[in-house]
């Protein structure tokens, strides 16, 4: 824990982030961790572009159940994380889907004027998992870890980098929305393939935390949108070892 007169020091470089409170499967609730996703009408299950069988959906955040100090940070509309779990395909590895872009994953937003869609089942996904619904998050301050020090402006008060680099803040690990990255291991934003500008970090899903899923050797997930480009989202991960 940082004393409270270096948190004071090193406001300037503080983000909130919220991690996320679940709870029984509620029916009808859009936010959740598993289960069954919204669809547009007349749409399929998702599916991974290596192996061609259905992804499981990891993660679905309705932007009105974000907390109200949040905004909206990937706009207005349903966020949707699908990750491919059949491992017998070894889609993982042939399909490099730790990589930004990765044909066994999807991440996107549908908009506000699109999500009066439906549930719907697919044929089969092997080691489902039971669905949590969304009850609440719990809020926090993140600091960055001297990885982003790259990335943060000149102007910050003298001082302020050193004193970073001294007490070595570490970001939150596990499941949350917004704050800095909790990298597992170096710092990695992809880049918009539109415009080649570094994408903003969105939120983070971490092993075993609130998903029954390992990333690799209990790695992160990061989930990342253009902010120029608002429908091009990824999802990219890293294994702690």
């Not at 009808?28 to 996703?37: E, V």
């Not at 290596?50 to 992804?55: D, F, W």
């Amino acid at each position: 824990m940082l004393p409270e007169e270096i948190k004071l020091k090193l406001a300037p470089l503080s983000r909130s982030a919220w991690r996320p409170r679940v709870g029984p499967a509620v029916p009808g609730a859009r936010s959740k961790f598993g289960g069954l996703p919204l669809l547009r009408p007349d749409e399929s299950w998702p599916c991974c572009g290596h192996c061609h069988q259905p992804m499981q959906l990891f993660v679905q955040l309705d932007s009105g159940d974000l907390p109200a100090d949040a905004g909206q940070p990937f706009g207005d509309g349903v966020l949707q994380v699908f990750y491919c779990t059949n491992m017998e395909e070894e889609c993982e590895v042939l399909g490099q889907a730790h990589l930004p872009f990765s044909e066994a994953s999807m991440t996107r937003v549908i908009p506000r004027d699109q999500t009066h869609g439906f549930d719907a089942l697919p044929v089969t996904i092997p080691d489902a998992f039971p669905e949590q619904s969304l009850t609440g998050w719990s809020r926090h301050n993140d600091f960055p870890d001297q990885q982003e020090t790259v990335a943060i402006n000149d102007d910050l008060p003298d001082g302020t980098l050193a004193l970073l680099h001294a007490h070595r803040p570490a970001p939150r690990a596990g499941d949350k929305l917004l704050g800095w990255p909790h990298w597992v291991q170096h710092a990695d934003y992809p880049e918009c393939p539109c415009c080649q500008k570094k994408m903003h970090f969105v939120m983070q899903l971490d092993s075993t935390d609130t998903l029954p899923f390992w990333f690799g050797d209990y790695g992160c997930a990061y989930v990342f949108q253009c902010e120029n480009h608002s429908d091009v989202m990824t999802m990219t991960w890293s294994s702690r070892t």
